[in-house]
């Protein structure tokens, strides 16, 4: 049976998807195309993300889309967590650094996504120095690998806390770039549940939760994309992915209380009392006599225009 986790993988009509959201609806998967699949199982970035994309959007609420992929229409699906653990690959003999470390401080469930997977699965990317993207499943794993996470780090696997000039150049010259100053490298991304294997290797750790249910139709609307400032209230939702921040924010008279987002890129480092810039989508929720707002920052949505900015 398929959990249809944060992290898994599929094909569909000669494009490989990756889910980033849950919960997921009962007859579909929400998931985004990362590569084509070509001839003896070549896989490529090379191919309009937008066009395919747009096969499969359906609207939740006005400027809100999600890409909805029937179930029934899935073909070769790889779980994170099931891996073949026979595989003698020099990438696989990483990854299992890494799951050692884990283990030691009592993480289970341990799974493996991206190309890295994929490789394991007989598909053939040309990037030979690929990122070890470990995906951490379930609330008692994510609190551990909060507390203990400086545990893990030695002399082979490095924390970015270490080269925070590294992780900046690194999300500035990546194909699809998330710009950041210096600043937020250092407070900020840096902190995260990321490092370096072997001086070249990067790895990322990231937390999620097994969460069941049905993908529910709120009255929403995209009031779109607004840059402005928030100052953090809460991490309580922050540490896994997909998650949120409670957050303290006005913006042309509308009280902002959350900040959502599906990317490793945005949660997982700040504490409270943090200040940021943020660009996100602005979402107002309908709820009778009262409306909520939230910031979005989410792969359904204008990602490119994104960005989190420490100021304080």
């Known amino acids: 049976m398929m959990r249809y986790l944060y992290g898994d993988m599929f094909i569909v009509s000669g494009y490989i998807f990756r889910i980033y959201n849950h919960p997921n609806p009962k007859k579909f998967v929400i998931a985004y195309p990362i590569y084509k699949v070509g001839q003896r199982n070549e896989l490529t970035k090379d191919f309009d993300r937008k066009k395919i994309l747009k096969q499969y959007l359906v609207p939740i609420g006005p400027g809100v889309n999600f890409p909805l992929i029937k179930k029934k229409e899935i073909k070769s699906y790889i779980q994170c967590l099931n891996i073949p653990l026979k595989d003698t690959s020099i990438f696989f003999n990483y990854f299992l650094q890494i799951k050692r470390r884990l283990e030691k401080i009592g993480i289970t469930h341990i799974g493996l996504t991206g190309s890295g997977r994929l490789r394991l699965n007989g598909f053939i990317i040309k990037n030979k120095n690929s990122d070890i993207d470990i995906i951490i499943v379930g609330k008692r794993n994510s609190v551990i690998l909060k507390n203990r996470i400086d545990e893990i780090f030695d002399d082979k696997f490095v924390s970015y806390k270490e080269f925070p000039e590294r992780i900046y ?10 710009f950041i100053d210096m600043k937020t490298a250092k407070e900020f991304e840096s902190q995260k549940t990321i490092g370096i294997l072997n001086n ?19 009255k929403i609307k995209n009031l779109g994309l607004v840059e402005t400032t928030v100052r953090i209230k809460s991490t309580k939702y922050s540490n896994t992915v997909p998650g949120y921040y409670e957050i303290e924010c006005y913006y042309n008279g509308k009280k902002i209380e959350k900040l959502y987002s599906n990317f490793f890129y945005y949660l997982l480092g700040a504490e409270n009392g943090d200040k940021f810039n943020v660009c996100g989508e602005l979402i107002e929720k309908d709820k009778g006599r009262d409306k909520e707002y939230f910031l979005s920052l989410d792969s359904s949505g204008l990602y490119k225009k994104y960005f989190m900015n420490k100021v304080s």
């Open 200 to 218: 070249k290797i990067h790895v990322n750790i990231t937390p999620t939760l097994n969460i069941s249910g049905y993908l529910k139709k709120p």
């Open 169 to 178: 150049f690194r999300r500035k010259l990546k194909s699809t770039p998330h």
